[in-house]
């Protein structure tokens, strides 16, 4: 079937319209971060006057560059426990009958609708408590918690793809349970574990409200929640600059991820959605 | 499975029959014990964080807690949910979200279908069309916030003329909170629903071209029943994600002129009023209400929850 060029023209506009509609407000941070602070109340969508400083401000300054550290520590930290925990369950989910399994989707699916502000409140108080409030543990143990169902999902769904009989012919040729793990199931399974850990991260990375109610100070608040604390030099000035600056570089990663890993990305996202 | 083994290995069949058989009551008992250790850190993790806490917060919320004079705490039965439920700031918050949650799905719903037939049947660019809708699912939302609220105001904006604030009247406020949550979620909606897209087969569509029907009807008869499933996967995912907007409505307005969701309520009784009690009043009821939500979905909708056939 060829396409005729009105079709053609048609596909070309409908997808020009989405890109403009995705970036352009994606370049407008960009554009304020760069403006220079004596030209940001002139409301033009470019700078007119291009500078560094808003990032040099920021990058000089403990109150963005030490949650841009808490954030990759939580995220990372969070991350790799939550996978670890969420492939072990999701092989048993994917492989084992044991009664329970139905009770642990259910528990996963519920704590993935869990409205965060009904665990604000009570973690809030049982972490003042137990002493890890505005710590990185007060917050990685919620992401982690989080990041399960989440990791669950995703994993099961890719788990249950693997042709685990490769597993058994291996073992057939003389390899041993573990030389049958390494060298056939993990290679198989890496590309689901990776998926799921970009997820995890993005939702770690993204994280506001918890990020904002179990810290108190730079010592834990990661870089979502320090962005909304910044305040200008001085009382009246609005430092539109600097929170522009931390929103891009806090952005980049995500871009980075998207672009190098966009196929892994959107087969995470719809993997557990579509078995329904 | 099985029958796979049985062909590759008939060389020795009686040793897999062997070893295979008389295990199998055990092995049946070993495979659950496994089951259940395998599973056991993820769900004391999630019981940990999740479970006790919400109880903790039943709990709390039958006390009159007051953050500055935690030594006054004392049980005050269900007075907390009287005070809340009596308020008219619960029911403006209830309102508003409601009003975020139903707009913002339905749009959603729409733009994201016409997105997903997009993606799946772009003949240029599908792949940038991909990569390019994974930026606002992925962007962390405040930073997103942020360029919305500049973008709307005076004097900074490139959205806004002259000497109006939008982000100042109740309505312009939640049209715009609106907006930012439909920007940044259209495509995870997209997404769910190409995949949805993907299980409606070629040859049915083809099927009904043949006997006439447009494209609007091969559209309305054939392809959204087909997706049904992930129709409404996607909305439940959506609209209990939607009633819990809480990160757009704090950066953008702070929950001012009346644009404050339930989240937001909850938040300022805990953190600005430090009223423990009423806040976990609140954090109850927000439960409830998604609770309520997801039974809607699931009973009456007969969404099947993802996961569940295993």
């Given at each position: 079937m060829a396409a005729t060029t009105r079709q053609k023209s048609g596909w070309i506009t409908a997808n020009v319209v989405v890109i403009l509609l995705v970036l352009i407000p994606v370049v407008w941070i960009f554009s304020l971060s760069f403006k220079d602070p004596s030209s940001?109340?002139?409301?033009?969508?470019?700078?007119?006057k291009w500078t560094w400083a808003n990032y040099k401000g920021i990058f000089n300054s403990s109150e963005f560059t030490r949650p841009l550290l808490n954030s990759i520590g939580i995220g990372l930290i969070a991350t790799f426990i939550s996978v670890v925990l969420a492939s072990l369950a999701a092989y048993a989910v994917a492989r084992l009958a044991f009664p329970g399994k139905r009770a642990l989707i259910g528990l996963s699916l519920l704590i993935a609708m869990f409205p965060l502000i009904s665990l604000a409140t009570p973690l809030f108080n049982i972490e003042r408590q137990l002493g890890i409030f505005n710590t990185w543990i007060g917050l990685i143990i919620p992401y982690i918690a989080f990041g399960l169902p989440l990791g669950i999902y995703t994993l099961s769904a890719f788990f249950r793809e693997i042709p685990w009989e490769l597993e058994k012919a291996a073992k057939m040729d003389g390899a041993t349970p573990f030389q049958a793990f390494v060298r056939v199931i993990a290679p198989l399974a890496a590309p689901g574990m990776v998926t799921t850990a970009i997820l995890v991260f993005l939702f770690c990375w993204n994280e506001f409200l918890l990020a904002i109610t179990l810290t108190?100070?730079?010592?834990?608040?990661t870089a979502p929640a320090a962005l909304a604390f910044f305040t200008g030099s001085?009382?009246?000035?609005?430092?539109t600059g600097s929170i522009s600056a931390a929103a891009v570089v806090i952005t980049i990663p995500i871009i980075i991820f998207v672009l190098l890993f966009q196929r892994r990305i959107v087969a995470g996202l719809t993997s557990g959605a579509v078995k329904g | 499975m099985t029958t796979g083994t049985d062909v590759v290995t008939t060389a020795e069949p009686e040793v897999t029959g062997r070893r295979g058989r008389p295990r199998l009551s055990e092995g049946a008992r070993a495979e659950r014990r496994l089951g259940w250790l395998l599973c056991s850190p993820a769900v004391i993790v999630m019981l940990a964080v999740a479970a006790f806490p919400i109880i903790y917060a039943v709990w709390l919320s039958l006390q009159r807690y007051d953050l500055r004079f935690p030594?006054?705490?004392?049980f005050v039965g269900l007075s907390n949910y009287g005070a809340v439920l009596s308020s008219s700031y619960w029911w403006h918050a209830l309102i508003v979200t409601l009003i975020i949650t139903v707009v913002s799905v339905a749009v959603e719903f729409v733009l994201g279908m016409m997105l997903a037939l997009l993606m799946y049947r772009?003949?240029?660019a599908r792949g940038t069309i991909r990569t390019i809708i994974l930026i606002p699912y992925g962007i962390v939302t405040v930073a997103a916030a942020y360029g919305w609220q500049y973008a709307w105001?005076?004097?900074?904006?490139?959205?806004v003329g002259g000497n109006?604030?939008?982000?100042?009247?109740?309505g312009s406020a939640i049209a715009i909170i609106i907006l930012a949550e439909i920007w940044k979620t259209t495509p995870f909606m997209a997404l769910l629903l190409m995949a949805g897209l993907s299980l409606v087969p070629e040859d049915v569509l083809q099927a009904a071209r043949v006997d006439g029907a447009t494209a609007w009807q091969r559209f309305y008869r054939v392809t959204l029943p087909l997706m049904k499933p992930a129709i409404l996967v996607a909305l439940l995912f959506r609209t209990l994600d939607a009633f819990r907007v809480f990160d757009n409505i704090y950066i953008l307005t702070a929950g001012g002129n009346g644009t404050y969701s339930v989240s937001i309520l909850g938040y300022d009784n805990l953190?600005?009023?430090?009223?423990l009690g009423i806040g976990s009043a609140i954090s109850i009821l927000i439960f409830i209400c998604v609770a309520i939500i997801a039974f809607i979905f699931i009973r009456l909708f007969g969404a099947a929850a993802p996961g569940t056939e295993g």
């Open positions: 940001i109340t002139d409301p033009t969508y470019f700078p007119t108190s100070t730079i010592a834990a608040r001085s009382q009246f000035a609005v430092p | 030594q006054l705490a004392h772009t003949i240029f105001t005076p004097h900074i904006g490139y959205l109006s604030a939008p982000l100042t009247s109740q953190f600005r009023a430090l009223n």
